[in-house]
DNA sequence: GATGATTACGGCAGTCGTAATTATA
DNA sequence: TATAATTACGACTGCCGTAATCATC
């Protein structure tokens, strides 16, 4: 998500509070499990490919969801408690 | 998910092949994370508390959902490819 | 004393960061 | 030659498994 906003590993990067190496690692390792390329490399930065926009959309509503997830169950468990 | 169903964290850890201590840590980091018990622990194995529940169900729709979005990506990637 | 969860502890895998390399304009 | 990503490599953190311990019936 980090890489698909700021257009740039990079950027990304010091956002994330990370380096750039690890960063390029991961989104390879992604593109590597998910079987498909979700950047295109340009000699500027990352462009989203359409399955990175697919891949990009889902992982914010579902990142949302954690996020919902989360306060539920502890509210679930101060009601309990 | 797998504590839930098996109701002990030893037949979980089995059949995640995995083994008690670390499924057990995970559980308690987890609830840890959470600032809330998940389970009631009973001389029998672990019995699922209210939040339990809660969380139980979120993180099974979440699950499918990332299976969804996993799906969704490859059948992008391909239709580019 | 048996069953089941948790804690202690040593070893290994995976991820980080720095440095070097590759690629394109 | 400048920018940005990737690969090489050494170091460290974190997780696993075995063994020991705690708790309840």
């Known amino acids: 998500?980090?890489?698909?906003?700021e257009g740039h590993v990079g950027r990304a990067a010091r956002?994330?509070?990370?380096?750039?190496?690890p960063l390029s690692r991961h989104i390879l390792?992604?593109?590597?499990?998910l079987g498909t390329r979700l950047f295109?490399?340009?000699?500027?930065?990352?462009m989203?490919?359409?399955a990175g926009?697919?891949?990009?959309?889902h992982a914010r509503r579902i990142l949302a969801e954690v996020d919902v997830a989360i306060a539920r169950t502890k509210?679930?468990?101060?009601?309990?408690?």
């Open 53 to 57: 926009e697919v891949f990009l959309s």
């Open 40 to 46: 295109e490399r340009t000699p500027r930065g990352m």
């Open 1 to 5: 998500m980090a890489v698909a906003e």
């Open 48 to 50: 989203l490919l359409p």
């Open 75 to 81: 509210g679930a468990g101060e009601g309990e408690a």
């Open 29 to 33: 390792a992604l593109e590597d499990e």
């Open 15 to 21: 956002k994330l509070h990370l380096t750039q190496p």
